[in-house]
């Protein structure tokens, strides 16, 4: 189980870096990045598909990744802004939404 945060027009612009067991976990991990957002550490990297992506760590540890990967580095440190701007003031639903085909929610393999 894991959470997304979305934009206004529905379009995704973050989601959890690991997956956990419950709601109950996921919503506290939710809750504890909104609140700690001025601890985290963002790090952009270029990947194997030549694409770059964007990730928050906490205490070191991954904390939220890009929802989608970018052609351009400036796109994405744009995309970590808007996740950025819009976590620190999103509402933290207390309903479960199922997503059908859920996409690749993890970090990239070899990443570490």
């Known amino acids: ?16 870096a690991e997956l956990v067991e419950d709601f109950t976990t996921c919503r506290e991990g939710v809750l504890k990045l909104q609140v700690s957002l001025g601890q985290t550490r963002s790090s952009l990297w270029f990947d194997d598909d030549a694409q770059w992506r964007w990730e928050l760590l906490l205490d070191e540890e991954p904390a939220a990744v890009c929802s989608r990967p970018y052609w351009r580095r400036v796109e994405c440190e744009y995309g970590l802004g808007q996740f950025l701007t819009n ?20 970090r990239p393999e070899g990443r570490t």
């Open 87 to 106: 976590a620190k003031v999103a509402a933290v639903v207390d309903d479960l939404r199922t997503i059908r085909r859920p996409r690749r929610w993890l």
């Open 1 to 16: 189980m894991g959470w997304r945060l979305v934009a206004a027009n529905n379009r995704e612009l973050g989601r959890t």
